[in-house]
Nanobody, 124 residues
């Protein structure tokens, strides 16, 4: 059974930083791409970032480009989302997701397993 567990969320002031982690078990982590999504209250889940199976290719939503960095450590079966220059509009529940594809993809329907989410709140 595949499990993804996020951690690292919390409350931070605008302009601050957080690093989210996504621990993967039950699947060969290094054989597939992974992604991060977020969902704010009253809004649909939206794509944030994705990384290819070897980490060489990344994709970002325009709203986070230049501020967020996605990475992965296959030896630790863990993915990361480093978030900097946080804004109040970044407030959301953040989810990591696993796909069977090797290239980074942005559609939620391309992902077949999801974590439980971690809350990120950015105060103004």
């Amino acid at each position: 059974q595949v499990q993804l567990v996020e951690s690292g969320g919390g409350l931070v002031e605008a302009g601050g930083s957080l690093r989210l982690s996504c621990s993967v078990s039950g699947r060969t982590f290094s054989s597939a791409a992974m992604g991060w999504f977020r969902q704010a209250p009253g809004k649909e889940r939206e794509f944030v970032a994705a990384i290819s199976w070897r980490g060489g290719v990344t994709k970002y939503a325009d709203s986070v480009k230049g501020r967020f960095t996605i990475s992965r450590d296959s030896a630790k079966n863990t993915g990361y989302l480093q978030m900097a220059s946080l804004k109040p509009e970044d407030t959301a529940v953040y989810y990591c997701a696993g796909t069977r594809m090797i290239v980074p993809v942005i559609a939620p329907t391309d992902y077949d397993v999801w974590g439980q989410g971690t809350q990120v709140t950015v105060s103004s």
